[in-house]
């Protein structure tokens, strides 16, 4: 049973009363407002936490019985054996192998190491995002007083017993909130960092080096590249793409601005809503964004500005704020994900829908969408706290995965997953960072 389906559950045993809830392990109904209970008040919010608080507690315990076990009839050796005698077509051959490896994922908690004692885990993770190659993952951490500390975990001790962590304070944007973060290519692969902060007023756009919070030459580090005000901005992408060679664009209110880093140049699309999410095409130099009115469009970033919208190309509908986009290898493809917990792959030759993965749940929250198109995996953290993996190709939901921390609002975790953690040689699985730790869970 999927968890965020326990208040649909709890109203098809009993019908809901206004100012009533209704227990079903005492098979009766207790008041909510405050009357004959004010020592005791309950909430409906109260009463749905500890629902699923135990409902959390149960699937880890699950999990915990079942590491030296899997679902009956599902072995690798027999999956083969069906394929080779022509019982299982491909689809669901791929599909049955990715469910075996993926509930096969045990976790492991992480023991990071830094070399400022002060940093390693005194603070709570709030974004984690690894380089294309996922041999180093930067990290946005809250600090007690307000802001974020930012640092880079390197993976490639993860196949030992610790990882080690070089996370150092950054003069230039000291307690500086962070909307979102890419990882840009300016010098050499993952060389900078697209940061967009939140300043006092207005908002920050910033272009950092990654040697930045390396411990090599401490007193001889490079300064900030490019930073500058801006209204509120809420995503960022880089562009790999030679004709729009050294840009990154920036999702704002109402706007896209596109900026060349070594010229300087910019250019400026207005929209008729906030830019929540955004990502370049490699192939060519075409910028696919998500729109809080659901609307995702794509611009190509070779044209002049023009006044109105006649400048958009592709347009697709969601029926809620678009949170994340992610464009398929192929470029043929995109999926989105909404606030309404949609989560839709398109077709951008005939702009329609062809798939949608169900059971995500988000409200209002700014969750990314993870896809691993080599290992046929969709990746994607609830509002409720759950990680939940479909398989790409029939949207088939493989697991979910129950948070190692009660659930909260300042404790989703955040995922990265990949064949390769720490590198070529590295080893595959799911990282998750929740509160101030980071796990392991391995896949293999």
């Known amino acids: ?59 880890l315990e699950e999990e915990e019985k079942q590491k030296k076990t899997t679902r009956a ?68 951490n809250d600090v007690e007083h307000g802001g974020c500390k930012y640092g880079i975990i390197n993976l490639s001790g993860l196949g030992k017993e610790s990882l080690t962590v070089e996370m150092y304070d950054n ?8 909307n979102s973060v890419c990882w840009a290519s300016l010098t050499h692969p993952d060389s900078h960092l697209c940061l967009m902060g939140i300043a006092e007023t207005p908002g920050c756009a910033s272009l950092l080096p990654a040697s930045l919070f390396s411990s090599t030459n401490p007193g001889d580090r490079p300064g900030m590249l490019c930073s500058f005000k801006i209204s509120t901005a809420w995503s960022c992408a880089w562009c790999l793409n030679p004709q729009a ?58 044209q002049r500005n023009r006044k109105g919208q006649s400048w958009k190309a592709t347009r697709l509908f969601h029926g809620s704020a678009v949170t994340s986009i992610h464009l398929m290898e192929a470029e043929h493809y995109l999926m989105a994900a909404d606030m309404a917990g949609k989560i839709k792959l398109w077709d951008l030759r005939t702009a329609k829908c062809v798939k949608q993965y169900k059971g995500h749940h ?60 720490g590198g070529s040689r590295g080893v595959p699985g799911l990282l998750m960072a929740v509160k101030q730790d980071l796990y392991h869970f391995s896949y293999n």
């Open 1 to 59: 049973e999927d968890p965020s389906s326990s208040s649909s559950t709890q109203n098809s045993v009993a019908p809901e009363l206004p100012g009533f809830y209704y227990d079903p392990e005492k098979n009766r109904y207790f008041r909510l407002l405050p009357g004959h209970n004010n020592h005791n008040p309950l909430t409906k919010d109260s009463i749905q936490h500890k629902a699923m608080e135990c409902k959390r507690l149960r699937l």
């Open 73 to 140: 009839g599902l072995n690798s050796s027999v999956l083969l054996q069906k394929r080779q005698l022509g019982l299982l077509s491909s689809t669901s051959y791929c599909r049955l192998v990715h469910e075996l490896k993926v509930n096969c994922m045990q976790r492991r908690k992480i023991e990071i190491h830094s070399p400022d004692s002060s940093v390693a885990g005194t603070n709570n993770f709030k974004i984690i995002v690894a380089d294309v190659a996922c041999e180093r993952i930067f990290t946005v």
């Open 171 to 178: 003069l230039y944007f000291t307690n500086r909130k962070v």
């Open 245 to 302: 060679d050294n840009c990154f664009s920036t999702g704002l209110t109402r706007r896209v601005l596109v900026t060349n880093v070594v010229t300087g140049h910019r250019q400026t699309f207005g929209t008729s809503s906030d830019v929540l999410a955004q990502q370049f095409a490699t192939q060519t130099p075409v910028l696919y964004n998500g729109c809080r009115s659901g609307e995702i469009f794509s611009i190509d970033v070779r």
């Open 362 to 421: 988000n409200e209002y929250a700014l969750l990314p969408l993870h896809v691993n198109e080599e290992e046929g995996l969709v990746i994607a953290v609830g509002q409720d706290c759950y990680t939940r993996i479909w398989s790409l190709q029939d949207a088939h939901l493989l697991r979910t995965i129950p948070s190692p921390h009660p659930s909260s609002k300042d404790a989703i975790p955040s995922v990265v997953f990949s064949s390769r953690l």
